[in-house]
């Protein structure tokens, strides 16, 4: 039972927000929230909910409705992933693989005979997509990427490895993503830079396959992890999206809305280890007293508290005042990733010192979302590029301090 939420000032999103995260708070309590430590101590990707997420109609949010999506904007897509990950961090990260860095992407860039063939059935639920760009040795050096792909007539022959793929393999007999929005070297320019090119990987391709699946990791179980393997897979022009050599733009676009989405997982890790924390501190006496009357339980809550807040708030702005069609937005889109997932795991933390011996074990909750926290400070650029970034750019737009 997920413990009452905390009242605070409203942010006041709207009432289409407000229904959405009503909806989405509902189905997360019903469907994800009893299971989540099953499915967690199982390593087992919940399949079966794709197409009930399907049904209520949050895996094409950001699509428009004459491919079967949703209309809405980012916002609410982070109020869903948000409310998905409140109850279960993996299947949050999973949903937001599918229906982040694929349908939206797709949605994006992709031209109108791709949305109309891909679209309906990752909306529906009835595929499961991913994303494929990490490798062995290219992580948040994207672009050091080693897989290519050869132009052979109309085609390309696609040679090489992904690892690290959330929703890479999609069942216990380890069946590879459904759809897979591919990034792969197609040549190098004049000054020696990698030309990237984004290709659609459908299941059934020859010399395309699962590799290993990642196991024993810290958190995330309930989300599978894979490698992806192309030999000589052959991939026909209509499934090359735009023009080949010029996806750098697709591909940073995208880490800045997976940045955004990773921070929105933590604002819902943060709130069920507060209200967790929160609740427990009243339930539990030491000394005749309940806990939340000593001195150092009020500060763990109270800065838990504030932090989550703080975090929410941002959040929200990102969120808003993203535009999906344009790249370059990564001085806030790094700056949320930043704080909200760092914050997301000192809350954790707190929630497990404030419950003590019970917030250690796993039949309670916060020990979960303590180690799926840890994640976030690591995928999707770790929390020292997003530093490094975030200098950077403030040495050139100094500007954006005062605005």
Same mark, same amino acid.
Not at 185 to 213: H, N, P, V
Not at 259 to 272: D, F, H, K, P, Q
Not at 304 to 322: E, G, K, L, N, P
Not at 342 to 370: C, F, H, P, S
């Given at each position: 039972?997920?413990?009452?939420?905390i009242?605070?000032?409203?942010?006041?999103?709207?009432?289409?927000?407000d229904?959405l995260r009503d909806t989405?708070r509902s189905?997360?309590?019903?469907?994800?929230?009893p299971?989540?430590?099953l499915?967690e101590?199982?390593?087992?990707f919940?399949?079966?909910?794709?197409?009930k997420?399907?049904?209520?109609?949050?895996?094409?949010?950001? @699509?428009e409705? $004459?491919?079967?999506?949703a209309?809405?904007?980012y916002?609410?897509?982070?109020?869903?992933l948000?409310?998905?990950?409140?109850?279960s961090a993996?299947v949050?990260l999973?949903?937001?693989?599918?229906s982040?860095?694929?349908?939206?992407?797709?949605?994006?860039?992709g031209?109108?005979e791709?949305? %109309?063939k891909f679209?309906p059935?990752?909306?529906s639920?009835?595929k499961?997509?991913?994303?494929?760009?990490?490798?062995?040795?290219a992580?948040?050096?994207?672009?050091?990427m080693? #897989?290519?792909?050869?132009?052979?007539g109309?085609?390309?022959?696609?040679?090489?490895?992904?690892m690290w793929?959330t929703?890479?393999?999609?069942?216990?007999?380890?069946?590879?993503?459904?759809?897979?929005?591919?990034?792969?070297?197609?040549?190098t320019?004049?000054?020696?830079?990698?030309e990237? #090119?984004?290709f659609l990987?459908?299941?059934?391709?020859?010399?395309?396959?699962?590799g290993q %699946?990642?196991?024993? %990791?810290?958190? !995330?179980?309930?989300?599978?992890t894979?490698e992806?393997? &192309?030999?000589?897979?052959v991939v026909p022009s209509?499934n090359?999206?735009g023009?080949?050599?010029?996806s750098?733009?697709?591909? !940073?676009?995208?880490?800045?809305h997976?940045?955004?989405a990773?921070a929105?997982?933590s604002?819902?890790?943060?709130?069920r280890?507060?209200?967790?924390?929160n609740?427990?501190?009243? $339930?539990?006496?030491?000394?005749?007293k309940?806990i939340?009357?000593?001195?150092?339980?009020?500060?763990?809550?109270?800065?838990?508290?504030?932090?989550?807040?703080a975090?929410?708030?941002?959040?929200?702005?990102t969120?808003?005042?993203?535009?999906?069609?344009?790249?370059?937005?990564r001085?806030?889109?790094?700056?949320v990733?930043? &704080?909200?997932? #760092? @914050?997301?795991?000192?809350?954790?933390?707190?929630?497990?010192?404030v419950m003590?011996?019970?917030?250690?074990?796993?039949?309670?909750?916060?020990?979960?979302?303590w180690?799926?926290?840890?994640l976030?400070?690591?995928g999707?650029? #770790?929390i020292?590029?997003?530093?490094?970034?975030?200098?950077?750019?403030?040495?050139?737009?100094?500007?954006?301090?005062?605005?």
């Amino acid at each position: 039972m997920i413990p009452n939420e905390i009242p605070g000032f409203n942010f006041d999103l709207g009432e289409t927000v407000d229904l959405l995260r009503d909806t989405v708070r509902s189905f997360s309590d019903d469907e994800i929230a009893p299971r989540a430590n099953l499915i967690e101590q199982n390593n087992d990707f919940p399949k079966d909910l794709w197409t009930k997420l399907g049904d209520i109609g949050v895996l094409g949010i950001t @699509v428009e409705e $004459e491919y079967g999506g949703a209309g809405m904007g980012y916002l609410e897509h982070v109020v869903a992933l948000e409310e998905i990950s409140r109850a279960s961090a993996a299947v949050g990260l999973s949903y937001s693989a599918h229906s982040n860095l694929c349908v939206n992407q797709l949605r994006l860039n992709g031209n109108e005979e791709q949305k %109309k063939k891909f679209l309906p059935d990752l909306i529906s639920g009835e595929k499961v997509g991913a994303l494929a760009m990490s490798e062995t040795g290219a992580g948040s050096d994207v672009v050091g990427m080693k #897989t290519i792909a050869t132009k052979n007539g109309d085609r390309f022959i696609l040679n090489g490895s992904k690892m690290w793929i959330t929703n890479g393999i999609i069942d216990d007999e380890g069946t590879p993503a459904d759809i897979v929005w591919l990034y792969a070297r197609t040549g190098t320019d004049e000054r020696g830079r990698a030309e990237i #090119t984004t290709f659609l990987i459908e299941s059934g391709m020859e010399g395309y396959s699962a590799g290993q %699946k990642i196991e024993d %990791k810290l958190g !995330m179980r309930a989300s599978t992890t894979a490698e992806l393997v &192309f030999e000589n897979c052959v991939v026909p022009s209509e499934n090359i999206v735009g023009m080949p050599g010029e996806s750098k733009i697709h591909l !940073m676009r995208n880490l800045e809305h997976e940045r955004v989405a990773l921070a929105a997982m933590s604002v819902g890790i943060s709130r069920r280890c507060l209200a967790d924390m929160n609740s427990y501190a009243s $339930e539990r006496e030491a000394f005749g007293k309940q806990i939340r009357n000593f001195g150092q339980i009020q500060r763990h809550i109270g800065e838990s508290w504030a932090d989550y807040r703080a975090m929410r708030a941002y959040v929200y702005d990102t969120a808003r005042q993203i535009d999906l069609s344009k790249a370059g937005q990564r001085l806030d889109s790094d700056g949320v990733k930043l &704080f909200a997932t #760092t @914050v997301a795991k000192n809350i954790a933390d707190k929630a497990i010192q404030v419950m003590g011996g019970y917030g250690y074990v796993g039949e309670y909750v916060v020990e979960r979302l303590w180690r799926d926290a840890k994640l976030l400070e690591i995928g999707g650029g #770790t929390i020292e590029s997003h530093q490094k970034n975030i200098t950077k750019d403030l040495s050139t737009n100094s500007s954006a301090i005062e605005q």
